[in-house]
């Protein structure tokens, strides 16, 4: 099962609310990831989990918060949102970074809009 | 030097044909070379992968060959299919305290039926 689960798969939000995305691997994955993804561009990396600990961010703005609560979840909270954030997020894992580089695969993404 | 340049930005290719998109690299610190397949409003999918100590790789219809002393690398796609139209973005990785994927800026390829 090489498989990311990402939810939801939509997100409409003012620029006042809360939400959080979700993802989920089973794949005994250690490293997980979010990127950013605008049209017709590459995915552009904004935070990057090992072993549960925030290991980078592309200085991304606050109002942009991940968590890891265990070693198969990944939640990007959003606050207080620009409409230039409206993107697809997606999630992606890769096996243990300790025994070097490898692939990453990712989820179906969220297509959230900023009102 | 964290970049990695793609080309041709489109293409459109016949049916049957062979469709050929290139990249290159600067950073040797890279070692992991990934191919990825998007269809439009999908997550990106793993198409097929190399490492530098290996300098053609093929699997189906999908065949990466990569030049190390070059430092470039290209996907042949044999026979391409009008499901084969998608987005393909070529990638180095390099081992940090996690795999960090630099992406190329992605091919729009279209075959023509």
């Known amino acids: 099962d090489t498989e990311v689960t990402q939810t939801p798969k939509h997100l409409v939000m003012g620029m006042t609310n809360k939400k959080s995305l979700k993802c989920e691997q089973h794949m005994g994955h250690r490293a997980m990831y979010w990127y950013k993804q605008k049209a017709k561009k590459p995915p552009e990396l904004m935070f990057v989990?090992?072993?549960?600990?925030?290991?980078i961010n592309e200085s991304v703005p606050s109002r942009f918060s991940p968590e890891c609560p265990n070693s198969s979840l990944l939640n990007l909270h959003l606050h207080a949102l620009q409409p230039e954030d409206s993107a697809l997020y997606l999630c992606?894992?890769?096996?243990?970074?300790?025994?070097?580089?490898?692939?990453?695969?990712f989820g179906q993404g969220t297509r959230l809009t900023v009102v | 030097q964290q970049q990695v340049k793609q080309s041709p930005q489109s293409l459109i290719v016949q049916k049957g044909g062979i469709s050929i998109i290139n990249c290159a690299y600067e950073?040797?610190?890279?070692?992991?070379f990934p191919w990825y397949q998007q269809f439009p409003g999908k997550g990106p999918a793993l198409l097929i992968a190399?490492?530098?100590?290996?300098s053609e790789k093929k699997e189906g219809r999908f065949t990466i060959s990569f030049n190390k002393s070059a430092k470039q690398f290209s996907l042949h796609i044999m026979d391409s299919q009008p499901g084969d139209s998608a987005t393909y973005f070529c990638a180095a990785i390099y081992d940090s305290s996690a795999s960090k994927i630099i992406f190329g800026s992605g091919t729009r390829l279209s075959i023509r039926p």
């Open positions: 992606a894992s890769s096996q243990d970074p300790r025994q070097g580089a490898t692939e990453a695969f």
């Open positions: 989990y090992s072993y549960e600990k925030l290991s």
């Open positions: 190399i490492r530098p100590d290996v």
């Open positions: 950073n040797t610190a890279f070692d992991y």
